[in-house]
């Protein structure tokens, strides 16, 4: 690879990949979800995710590029940690709070992936290409705020076992047991 040509391209085709792993992962983050409206925010932004796929397309098709045979790591590396985490088999809650802030951070991923093609794209010329993957991070935006959302509402039901809080109210002199001693 010699030209920023080049690394744009590599860079769209990641994203490509990404975006097709994540209508599969979305779906799966919607039909593990218990909390009803987490469940439909992770389906409305799988469709999302299909119209982000056509821009991308486009963004080839206005390039004359194909894209290359490519897997974005990033992303299949987020997947693979929900996959884990299934493992340890989370309650219905706690897997909620889990899944919110795995989504968080693929997001946050795609917003800077997202950020920075814009920019290159803006450098070469490719207004075309620019505006459709804006439409893309305006998508992402919103949806990492919409998980944000969820992050402040959606806690686990116990955050610690009796014996732990008891022993952080005693430390932090909070302790009726002790004051009624
Ligand atoms: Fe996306």
Redesign the pocket.
């Known amino acids: 690879m010699q030209t920023g040509h080049e690394l744009f391209v590599h860079g769209l085709t990641d ?1 490509l990949d ?2 097709r792993q ?1 209508v599969e992962a979305l779906q799966k983050l919607s039909d593990d979800s218990s909390n009803e409206q987490l469940k439909k925010a992770f389906a409305s ?1 799988r469709k ?2 299909e119209r ?1 796929i056509e821009r991308l397309t486009q963004c080839f098709e206005l390039l004359g590029e194909t894209p290359e045979d490519t897997e974005c790591k990033g992303l299949k590396g987020l997947i693979a940690e929900k996959k884990a985490f299934m493992e340890e088999e989370p309650e219905s809650d706690i897997l909620d709070v889990f899944q919110v802030g795995a989504a968080i951070k ?2 946050t991923y ?1 917003i800077c992936e997202y950020k920075s093609l814009i920019e290159m794209a803006g450098e070469m010329g490719h207004t075309k290409v620019a505006r459709l993957l804006r439409e ?1 991070l305006a ?2 935006r919103a ?1 990492l705020k919409k998980m944000e959302g969820f992050s402040k509402k959606l806690k686990p039901n116990e955050m610690m076992t009796a014996e732990q809080e008891e022993r952080s109210q005693a430390a932090s002199g909070k302790s009726t047991s002790k004051r009624a001693a």
């Open positions: 994203m990404g975006e994540l932004h999302e995710t982000q693929a997001e795609e893309n998508e992402e949806a």
